[in-house]
């Protein structure tokens, strides 16, 4: 089992960037793949991206590639995603998920297993 904890939000103003970590307390962290999801007012959560437990592959919705990028330290516990050139569409509450040796399934929230709480990003015009 793992506990996911999101930090990094903040308000920005557009083309800004922002950096948000995923910390994991529990063990074995090493073969969870982590994913991004987010969450705007009024609309469904969304998948953004995801990184592999194994290879370390990266994944990435059509919106925001180019501009995020996501990365893990396993030593540390830690996914972080990088968001750079940021839109105000990219105004949401963030999440990260995680579950064991996931090999299929990046974007569908429902075959994550662990969910952090969340952190908020805004982002002004």
């Known amino acids: 089992q793992v506990q996911l904890v999101e930090s990094g939000g903040g308000l920005v103003q557009a083309g800004g960037s922002l950096r948000l970590s995923c910390e994991a307390s529990?063990?074995?962290?090493?073969?969870?793949?982590t994913g991004w999801f987010r969450q705007a007012p009024g609309k469904e959560r969304e998948f953004v991206s995801a990184?592999?437990?194994?290879?370390?592959?990266?994944y990435y919705a059509d919106s925001v590639k180019g501009r995020f990028t996501v990365s893990r330290d396993n030593a540390k516990n830690t996914v972080y995603l990088q968001m750079n050139s940021l839109k105000p569409e990219d105004t949401a509450v963030y999440y990260c998920?995680?579950?064991?040796?996931?090999?299929?399934?990046?974007?569908?929230?429902?075959?994550?297993?662990?969910w952090g709480q969340g952190t908020k990003v805004t982002v002004s015009s």
């Open positions: 529990g063990r074995a962290f090493s073969i969870y793949a």
């Open positions: 998920a995680a579950d064991p040796f996931k090999t299929t399934g990046w974007g569908d929230r429902d075959k994550y297993d662990y």
């Open positions: 990184i592999s437990w194994k290879d370390h592959n990266t």
